[in-house]
């Protein structure tokens, strides 16, 4: 979410928006049950640094997504939300051919969250375009709402705070406020594994009530192999924590 412009500078509108976006669904829908839901918290639920609390935040709730909208200053106008008589309209980002990669949002996603949200009374323009450029207006903030996918999110919370401050166009590039910058200082330094979980879990708090972004699912991937390697996977993962059995060490053989 471009959290720099109107409307979504707002916290409480992107808020609505969790409400709104049923993740379960988009899994259920677009990727055929072979996903997880999202985690407000960015962490998958499955991996060991993740807040099973924030994996709970935004359940579908067109209830509390209407009160935060009308505390933002608009108003249901027949079946549809508007503000100084201008609707609330959202231009949506999604890249064709699913961006190259298996299990990255596409058009098919665009189109069930833009669904979505015209059900709720809010326009979604969406503009599908190829991978290269919507990574360009990413980065150069032309855009309000974008589908990106990324990896990674199952290793060190070092991953996963990059994601969010860093600047780089598939992240939040959200800095938040001293609490959050606190957080995030301390989940990167902290050695004792107990400490630093607490501090991993505050990050993911902090991140969740503001929602810079929202992360929709994580694709599940599938392996076929013969009996001549035996597949396992790394703690955590390899590179940059995706979870795949695809380590070298599984062709080493010792005597």
Known sequence: MNHRQPPLDQAGVRQALGYLIDRNAIVQTTLRGHGMPGSPGLAPPNTLWANPEVTRWYPPDRQRAAELLQKAG??????????????????????????????????????FIKNQLAQAGIEVDLRVMDPKTVDSRQSAWQFQLSLTGTGGLGCDPEAFSRLYTRDIFFGARWQGGPE??????????????ELRKKWVWKVQELGARDLPDLPLYYPRSYWASNDKVRLWHTFQGVGNGAPIPQNKLIFVQGN
């Open 74 to 111: 608009y108003k249901l106008e027949g079946n549809r939300w508007t503000k100084g008589g201008q609707p609330l309209k959202l231009e949506l980002l999604a890249a064709s051919g699913a961006m190259g990669m298996t299990g990255a949002p596409s058009e098919r996603q665009g189109e």
């Open 180 to 193: 959050f910058q606190e957080a995030i200082k301390q989940a990167r330094m902290e050695m004792n594994p």
